[in-house]
C-alpha cells in the first residue's frame, strides 16, 4: 500500500520569499514521485516527476524537488515565489514496479500555496 | 494537439439520479483513469480502463461503473445519486505511465 502525506494544509509567503512545500510518502516498493499543480476550477497540470535517476528534479516555473529514500521525502521547492504561483499543490506516489497501464496514483490531500505582494 | 477532454463542464443532479460524465484521452494514450476530488481533498482513484476493460478499482461501491470505447474513450457512470457524490471528477490518460488530467467535471447533487 501506498500513502502521501502533506503536512499543514496552507502555506502562505512574501511574493519573492523560498517556497517550501513538503511531502512525505509511506511505499513497500520504490516509488514514483509526482507534484501536480492546481489553478482554480481546472484540471491538474504535472508540475515535475521523480522516476529514476538524478534525486533533484527539476520542473516547470521554476520549481524544483529532491527525492529522498532515507526520509521518504519528496519536497517541494522554488527560490523565489511569484503572485502567479499561487495555487493547490498535490502531491503523489505510484509504485515504479508497473509502468504499464495498472498504475494508479496516490495522492495527498493537497497544500494551498498564498503569495502575499 | 488536443489533451484530455470531459464533458460536460459542469452539472446538477437531484438525489437519487444517474449520472454520466465522459472523457477523451489525449491522442495516443490508450489507458483511463478515473478521479473523484471533493471539496478541499486530493484526488481519489474510482477505477482505470485499459483495452476496454476494467483493470483497477479504488475503495467505490458498484454504484460507480464505467466503459471504455475501441477509440479509448471513457465514461463513467454513477447511479442512485447521493449528496456526498458531489464532487470534482477528473479523467486522466496515460501510456506507459505518463499521465494527462483533463479539466474535470463539477458534480453537485441537491
Known amino acids: 500500500a501506498q500513502s502521501v502525506t502533506q503536512l499543514g494544509s496552507h502555506v502562505s509567503v512574501s511574493e519573492g520569499a523560498l517556497v517550501l512545500l513538503r511531502c512525505n510518502y509511506s511505499s513497500s516498493v520504490p516509488p514514483y514521485l509526482f507534484w501536480y499543480v492546481q489553478y482554480p476550477n481546472q484540471g491538474l497540470q504535472l508540475l515535475l516527476k521523480y522516476t529514476t535517476g538524478a534525486t533533484l528534479v527539476k520542473g516547470i516555473n521554476g520549481f524544483e524537488a529532491e527525492f529522498k529514500k532515507s526520509e521518504t521525502s519528496f519536497h517541494l521547492t522554488k527560490p523565489s515565489a511569484h503572485m502567479s504561483d499561487a495555487a493547490e499543490y498535490f502531491c503523489a506516489v505510484r509504485p515504479s514496479y508497473n509502468t504499464g497501464a495498472n498504475s494508479k496514483l496516490t495522492f495527498g490531500k493537497g497544500i494551498t500555496l498564498s503569495v502575499r505582494p | 494537439d488536443a489533451g484530455v477532454t470531459q464533458s460536460p463542464t459542469h452539472l446538477i443532479k437531484t438525489r437519487g439520479q444517474q449520472v454520466t460524465l465522459r472523457c477523451s484521452p489525449k491522442s495516443g494514450h490508450d489507458t483511463v483513469s478515473w478521479y473523484q476530488q471533493a471539496l478541499g481533498q486530493g484526488p481519489q482513484f474510482i477505477f482505470q480502463y485499459y483495452e476496454e476493460e476494467e483493470r483497477q478499482r479504488g475503495n467505490f461501491p458498484d454504484r460507480f461503473s464505467g466503459h471504455q470505447y475501441p477509440n479509448y474513450s471513457s465514461e463513467l457512470n454513477v447511479n442512485a445519486l447521493l449528496l456526498g457524490d458531489s464532487a470534482l471528477y477528473l479523467c486522466?490518460?496515460?501510456?506507459?505511465?505518463?499521465?494527462?488530467f483533463g479539466s474535470g467535471t463539477r458534480l453537485t447533487v441537491v
Open positions: 486522466a490518460s496515460s501510456f506507459t505511465g505518463g499521465y494527462t
